[in-house]
């Protein structure tokens, strides 16, 4: 609450209330009734407040016009606007008013229909219109027009403020009144997005002429990418599992950027249907591996590259068992987001107090679409989610040789990892763990040599004779343009290679790839992620 100007406090003598959500309006109800005002109420809230001993009063019975129309009619009528629009410092307003025996209200308390929940209930589509509130937002956008004279609320976490302030000073403030309004224009633009995009979905149109955007903001963060950006974490209402789901168990505040890794890693985790641990590094995966168990999966994604999983967030796709906590806390790790996490590992973990871990609860469905989008200058694009996914059935061998039972199962993990990276993607893997990744790159080559340089890094800090690339598989996010990025995997010791195809060098990619005694599938698919 700010400290108010005398002057610009409103004292309230009438009150309107209309609520779906009944949570915190006895006690605003009583709070009001104590300082003096009149409640008008309809169907179900005025039921609560009478059942309650609170007095109340009929909107009907204040206008003089029954509901109509199983209720959709009732508050539509200018004994209700009229007494929320007029404006009190307008003599002309005050003598209208007195000729049609319209009475001032000065306070309005709506909260709309459950269209968003009826939707997400999965209701049927008659079911979904009669939530369409119509009424509602017709009150909460007169009131907030009018603030200078009417404070609206749209939401029981603004109960209290208005018990307070008339516990204060017998009124609401102009400065809260604003602050009000334009949080209930928020509150219908947020509810009319929500029908305009459910609407677009029974056209079947996933790209609509106009499209809104909205959401609830989760936290204000420290700061953006830099330290000179701002930033805030808001919630789309999806209800997709995930970091917006989160329970944070311990740690200091997420960052921007941490968010954004732990975003990654956790969508890349559940990608894959065995035990799988993630680790992620600047949004890119700097090791992943499927295993038997989790602490086995850690072991194949912290050996792809154990300088860059320093400082690094981990996802997991199984609860967070004792041992895998303990392996992956013994080195500095900054987020570790799984579905759940056993006792014995949350007590391990809480000894570092830096490190946040986050708890979904489930795990989303890879397969499942829905948009993303992303800003430039002067808009934005939008585009489906990468839901695309190849099993052994899509593959086309492409050379002479083809694939081993085992090179096979790798390919297909290999180019899932694929979908992950930033192109150009260059993944080399072996037994079910990515074992060099080539990231982001301008040339598909430069990938394919600085994936290779990583695993035979990792292979001298693991002590090993050989780089780990040699007599793996490797995956390509999108075709070789040139034969040279084959033979840069061929030299570094890959025996198969899967890749989308599509080159007008295909041919070409071929015969280096028969020359050098590859097995070689086209999927068809692309994985691109700029």
């Not at 009944?22 to 109420?41: C, D, N, Y």
């Not at 079911?127 to 009150?139: S, V």
Request: hydrophobic share 45%; aromatic share 6%; glycine share 10%.
């Amino acid at each position: 609450m700010t400290d108010p100007s005398p002057a610009d406090i409103v004292p309230i003598r009438r009150a309107l209330i209309s609520v779906s959500d009944k949570t915190g309006l006895l006690a605003l109800g009583e709070a009001l009734v104590r300082h003096g005002a009149e409640l008008l109420s309809t169907g179900g809230s005025a039921r609560t407040l009478r059942e309650a001993g609170v007095p109340v009063v009929e909107v009907s019975e204040h206008t003089g016009f029954p509901e109509i129309l199983d209720g959709r009619v009732k508050t539509l009528v200018p004994q209700i606007h009229g007494g929320i629009l007029a404006r009190r410092d307008l003599p002309e307003h005050r003598a209208q008013m007195a000729e049609h025996g319209i009475a001032p209200i000065d306070l309005v308390c709506v909260n709309l229909y459950p269209f968003e929940a009826t939707v997400a209930a999965g209701a049927a589509a008659e079911d979904c219109i009669e939530n369409i509130d119509i009424g509602g937002p017709a009150l909460i956008r007169a009131a907030a027009k009018n603030h200078v004279d009417v404070a609206i609320l749209t939401e029981p976490a603004q109960y209290q403020a208005v018990i307070d302030a008339l516990a204060s000073s017998g009124g609401t403030s102009l400065a809260d009144r604003r602050a009000w309004a334009g949080a209930a224009y928020a509150r219908t633009a947020a509810y009319d997005a929500a029908i305009a995009s459910w609407f677009a979905g029974q056209r079947g149109e996933a790209f609509p002429p106009r499209i809104t955007l909205s959401g609830t903001r989760a936290e204000v963060l420290r700061y953006g990418e830099n330290p000179h950006q701002q930033a805030a974490f808001y919630h789309d209402g999806s209800g997709r599992p995930g970091i917006a789901t989160a329970r944070q168990v311990q740690g200091k505040s997420l960052s921007y950027n941490n968010l954004n890794d732990t975003d990654a890693a956790f969508e890349a985790a559940c990608e894959f249907e065995r035990p799988t641990v993630v680790i992620v590094k600047h949004a890119n995966p700097c090791g992943l591996a499927s295993a038997d168990t989790l602490e086995a999966a850690w072991q194949g994604a912290l050996r792809c590259d154990p300088v860059s999983a320093f400082g690094g967030v981990v996802a997991l796709n199984r609860t967070l068992d004792e041992g895998t906590a303990a392996r992956i806390g013994a080195i500095f790790t900054e987020v570790i987001v799984a579905p759940d996490a056993t006792e014995a590992a949350c007590a391990l973990l809480a000894k570092k107090k830096n490190l946040r871990l986050l708890l979904t609860g489930t795990l989303p469905d890879p397969t499942a679409d829905g948009l993303l989008f992303r800003s430039l200058a002067g808009g934005f694009l939008v585009q489906n989610r990468d839901s695309g996914r190849i099993d052994r059935d899509m593959l086309r061998v492409v050379t002479q040789r083809a694939p081993s039972p085992r090179e096979l199962d790798d390919l297909v993990f290999a180019f899932r990892v694929c979908k992950h990276v930033k192109s150009n993607a260059i993944i080399y893997a072996k037994d079910g763990a990515a074992v060099g990744i080539g990231a982001g790159q301008m040339s598909r080559v430069d990938s394919a040599r600085i994936a290779a340089l990583k695993s035979a890094e990792a292979a001298q800090a693991a002590g090993l004779p050989e780089p780990l690339a040699k007599g793996s598989v490797v995956a390509s996010d999108a075709f070789f343009p040139f034969a040279d990025g084959l033979e840069a995997v061929v030299a570094a010791g890959a025996t198969a290679v899967i890749q989308p195809g599509g080159s007008v060098r295909d041919a070409e990619v071929i015969a280096a790839a028969d020359r050098a005694g590859l097995a070689m599938v086209f999927t068809g698919m692309r994985h691109f992620r700029h």
